[in-house]
Structure formats: structure tokens, C-alpha cells
């Protein structure tokens, strides 16, 4: 398996791999439109890998700078400050799971933290239980818990967790 940056042209092929991630896992909560190009668009200073497994797109992850207000409430709390590392859209193919990609990709993210010197951060919904064991697994630890309140939905819960190395 291959972790790279992710290339422009890795965006076709991701976002057909998070449609089936989100018609399986209903991850991501909110993708109005369906539009995936806007879920995965990358703001300045933001970074993001894929893997890559037999020649196909199987996974992504990106790191972050910005979190929402509420979050941000959380972290503070905790005493992570900003500018932060948040790890953001992580999701791997349901045709490739359960052989190390989720795992692999956080290596790299987590290296990166450490380069940059930062603590790292997540938010994850409390009902993506395979994403909570992953994170229990590599000793991510829980700071506090929020609400994701999105347009036309019903609010959705919210952990808070950062990487217990810090
Ligand atoms: C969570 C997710 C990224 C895991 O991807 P993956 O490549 O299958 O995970 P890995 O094979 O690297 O697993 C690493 C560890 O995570 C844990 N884990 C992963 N999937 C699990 C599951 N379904 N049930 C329990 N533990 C699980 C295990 O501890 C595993 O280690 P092990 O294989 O030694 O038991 C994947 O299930 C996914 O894309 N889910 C939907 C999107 C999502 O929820 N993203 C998180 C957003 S915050």
C-alpha cells in the first residue's frame, strides 16, 4: 500500500469511493447535492493523503487548521490551542477495509502533527463506531463532546478527541 499527497485528479475516484462510504456508513452526515468536490476542497494550509492500494484510490485523510466554534470551545477547554491539527475526512473504500489503511493514513497524519509540532484533533460522530475503535486503538483519548447541527437536520452528537501523545 502506497500513502501519497492527494493529486487533483485523485478527485473523481475519491468521491465514488465516498458515495459508497456514505450510502454504506452514512458518512458523511451532510453532502447536500451530493456534491463530493465540495466536501473534499482543500482551504489554504490544509493537507491531504490518499492511499492507494493495487493502483486504486482506497482512502483519504486531511489535516486541518480550522475548526468550527464549537469545537474550538472543547479543545480550549482541554487545553489544545490553536492553530490546530485537525483530522478531517478520514474514510476508507468498504471494498478495502479491515487491512491497515485507516491506520496507515493516520501514520501519516500524525507525523505530520509531530513535524509541525502541534497537537493533534478530531471530531467524530458517537455513532461512527468502527472510526471510535480505530481512534481507542491508537490511544486517542476523549475531551469533551459536542453537537454537529447541520441545515434540515437533526442534530447529531459529537466527540471531541485528541491524540493522547501530546
Ligand atoms: C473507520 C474506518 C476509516 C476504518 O478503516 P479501515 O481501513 O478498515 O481500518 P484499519 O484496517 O486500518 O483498522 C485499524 C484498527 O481500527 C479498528 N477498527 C477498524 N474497523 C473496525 C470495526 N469495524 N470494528 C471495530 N474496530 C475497527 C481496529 O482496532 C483495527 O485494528 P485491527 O485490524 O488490528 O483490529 C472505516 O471503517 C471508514 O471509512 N468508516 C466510515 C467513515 C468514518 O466513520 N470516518 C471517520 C470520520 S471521523
Redesign the pocket.
Known sequence: MDIRSRRDDDLRELGEVLLR?RDL?G?PVYLPGEDTARFLALKEGDLAWVAVLEERVV?HAALTERVRDSVRVVLEGAGVVAPFAHLVR???DPG????????ALLDEVEKEATRRGRALS?D?VTR????L??YA?RGWRRVGTTVLDLPEMPPFEEYVLVNSSD
Do not use: Q
Not at 461512527?128 to 472510526?131: F, G, Q
Open positions: 462510504v456508513d458518512y482512502g478520514l474514510f476508507v478495502a477495509r479491515g487491512r491497515g489503511v485507516a491506520r478530531l467524530v461512527d463506531h468502527a472510526a475503535a480505530l486503538s
